[in-house]
Each structure stands twice: as structure tokens, then as C-alpha cells.
């Protein structure tokens, strides 16, 4: 099914336009932090967001896009990335030690190695955030209604 940009929730949107450009920008960033990163601005105050600045100004993209990551998915690891057929593909990992089969694997792809992090970045975030909002919508629904199941061995 085909996405287009300015319709949707905005990971979605983001997510779009990520897969619509072809090279990072500071507006793109600024954006993605905006949208997708919300720690960073408080972990960024309290000084731990380390040489951000100086990497976008000096568009060392790998390293913010990498930065972002780190800041804003701790939980998260990059599992890998490959370069296949001019396409870069990166997977993010919450567990990279399982096989990859049981393991819960975020991966978005680019032919730009930093969006290609940037995109698997806000598909972790979409990914978080579609798992809050079904939790939500589970422990809201049925809390009233109890059922009781026998389990005596006959």
C-alpha cells in the first residue's frame, strides 16, 4: 500500500518523508527530534547529549543519526547493517543476543546509510508506541468481566 506524506499519525508521516529524501538536513533532524525523540531535548539540557551539535553542523550524519539512537532507544542496539544493490539496511534490536528468528527486529532501509538509521529509528519509536497504545486499549477493555476456567485433569 502506498504512503503519502501529510496523511496518517506523524511517525507515519516522518517515516514518509524520511523515505522521500535523499540526503539529511538539519531541518529533517530538528524534525525527527521534534516528532520522535522526546528525551533528547531534556537529556540534551542536562548536558549528556554530548556532541550532537557539532556533528550536525559539521554534517557528520552517521554519528547524530547513531547519537539518536543511543539517547533515545537505550533499550535498543543496532542489530546490523548491510549495504545490498546500493541499499542500506539497518536493524535495530532490543535482545541482539537471541537468534534472529525469536528476536523482535526493527528495520527500515535507504539507499543514504543515515536515514536509512534514521528511518529504523522512527520505526522503533512507532513500533514502541503502537505496543503502548494496544496495552492501553487491552487493560481499558474487559477489566470488568471475569472468567473462570477449570483445570481439574478428568
Do not use: Y
Not at 18 to 40: E, G, H, W, Y
Request: include cysteine.
Amino acid at each position: 500500500m502506498l504512503s503519502f506524506p501529510g496523511r496518517g499519525e506523524p511517525l507515519d508521516r516522518l517515516g514518509n518523508r524520511i523515505q522521500l529524501t535523499s540526503a539529511p538536513s538539519r531541518a529533517l533532524v530538528d524534525d525527527i527530534i521534534t516528532t520522535a525523540c522526546p528525551r533528547f531535548s531534556s537529556l540534551k539540557a542536562a548536558g549528556k547529549a554530548g556532541q550532537f551539535d557539532e556533528w550536525c553542523r559539521s554534517e557528520a550524519w552517521i554519528d547524530a543519526a547513531g547519537a539518536l539512537v543511543l539517547l533515545e532507544l537505550p533499550a535498543w542496539s543496532v542489530r546490523r547493517i548491510v549495504r545490498d544493490d546500493n541499499i542500506w539496511l539497518c536493524s535495530l534490536s532490543r535482545m541482539p543476543g537471541l537468534p534472529a528468528e525469536l528476536d523482535d527486529i526493527v528495520e527500515a532501509s535507504h539507499e543514504n546509510l543515515p536515514l536509512a538509521i534514521l528511518a529504523s529509528l522512527v520505526e522503533a519509536k512507532r513500533q514502541v508506541s503502537n505496543a503502548k497504545t494496544a496495552t492501553r486499549q487491552s487493560s481499558s477493555t474487559g477489566t470488568t468481566e471475569r472468567h473462570r476456567i477449570c483445570c481439574d485433569n478428568f
